[in-house]
C-alpha cells in the first residue's frame, strides 16, 4: 500500500520556524515528484512547492517565496518543508503528494483547476497554526 505521513505541524509565533515531512511507505520516492499543498479554514487547496524527480528544479508559489525552502532525501525516503519567517496566513492543514508525472506535479501546485485531484498519492495533512 502506498502511503505518505506528514508530520512536523505544530503551534508558532509569528516569525518563527518549522519543518515538516512527508515520509514514503510502501513505494521509493525516488521516481516521483512531490508536492506540498495547504488549504486554510473555508479556503480551497493551494499548491505551495513542488520538487522534481532529480531534484533538480523546484517551485514555490509567490507568498512562500523565499521563506520556505523544498528539499528530498531519497535515502530516507522522505522529503522536507523547511518554513521560516512563519505568518499567521500560513495557518492551514499541509499536505504532500507524490506523482511519477512531474509536469503535472508541478501544474497542480501551480494552480491549473483540479488538477491535484489526479495525484498519485495523498498523506493526510499536518496542522500548522501561526498565532501569538
Known amino acids: 500500500q502506498l502511503q505518505l505521513v506528514e508530520s512536523g505541524g505544530a503551534l508558532v509565533q509569528p516569525g518563527g520556524s518549522l519543518r515538516l515531512s512527508c515520509a514514503a511507505s510502501g513505494f521509493s520516492l525516488d521516481a516521483y515528484a512531490i508536492g506540498w499543498f495547504r488549504q486554510a479554514p473555508g479556503k480551497e487547496r493551494e499548491g505551495v512547492s513542488y520538487i522534481s524527480i532529480s531534484s533538480g528544479s523546484e517551485y514555490y508559489v509567490g507568498s512562500v517565496k523565499g521563506r520556505f525552502t523544498i528539499s528530498r532525501d531519497n535515502a530516507k525516503n522522505t522529503v522536507y518543508l523547511e518554513m521560516n519567517s512563519l505568518r499567521p496566513e500560513d495557518t492551514a492543514v499541509y499536505y504532500c503528494?507524490?506523482?511519477?508525472?512531474?509536469?503535472?506535479?508541478?501544474?497542480?501546485?501551480?494552480?491549473?483547476?483540479?488538477?491535484?485531484?489526479?495525484?498519485?498519492?495523498w498523506g493526510q495533512g499536518t496542522r500548522v497554526t501561526v498565532s501569538s
Open positions: 503528494a507524490a506523482d511519477k508525472t512531474a509536469p503535472l506535479v508541478a501544474s497542480a501546485v501551480a494552480g491549473t483547476r483540479d488538477t491535484y485531484k489526479y495525484l498519485e498519492v
